[in-house]
């Protein structure tokens, strides 16, 4: 009979303690979290399907691969090297990664567009980083943000790349070009 007593006792206060527990409030899920849902599947399948044309498409012509990340001082502050890049690339008669993407219809959207942006422009680098071959180029800028995509991604990809053979890259502020891999 003690037993049952005890046992009794503990149940109750066992059951009283899960009770009293605060339970969260379930709602059914409104219509802005099933379109936002929604859209959020959408924005996947655009990246997959993105990804899958970089993936296909994307051959940066041998000896022309110019690679690109930073920015310089400009008149009103800092300014990207992209259009530098590009400006040595038509000079040059090389590419840059953006605009040999939209040859093939490949735009990435920004990042107010995408969530996957980002991914998306990584992805992207490796590929034309494993790509590339020959002498490639780097334009560079005087400040680089920390874990920029050139010297997380494609710079450790292109050292080891045999096909790639060297690697100059080009300070955007000074004009200084130094030779990181090859001869």
């Known amino acids: 009979m003690f037993i049952s007593k005890v046992f009794l006792t503990l149940f ?103 969530p996957y942006s980002n991914k998306l422009w990584g992805f992207a680098s490796k590929v034309y980083a494993q790509r590339a071959s ?3 180029h780097a334009v560079l800028g005087s400040t680089r943000r920390p874990g920029n995509i050139y010297d997380t991604i494609e710079k450790p990809i292109l050292m080891k790349n045999k096909k790639v053979t060297k690697i100059t890259e080009h300070n955007a502020e000074t004009g200084k070009a130094t030779v990181v891999k090859g001869k």
Do not use: C, Y
Request: a positive charge.
């Open 12 to 114: 109750a206060l066992l059951l009283s303690t899960a009770l009293a527990a605060p339970a969260p409030i379930r709602q059914a899920p409104s219509r802005d979290d099933l379109q936002l849902s929604t859209r959020g599947l959408g924005q996947l399948a655009k990246a997959a399907g993105m990804a899958l044309k970089i993936k296909k498409n994307l051959h940066p012509t041998p000896g022309k691969a110019v690679f690109w990340s930073g920015s310089r001082p400009g008149k009103s502050g800092p300014v990207s090297v992209g259009a530098d890049a590009e400006r040595f690339a038509a000079k040059h008669g090389k590419e840059v990664l953006n605009p040999s993407l939209q040859k093939h219809g490949i735009n990435i959207p920004s990042r107010k567009e995408s």
């Open 134 to 136: 020959g002498h490639v």
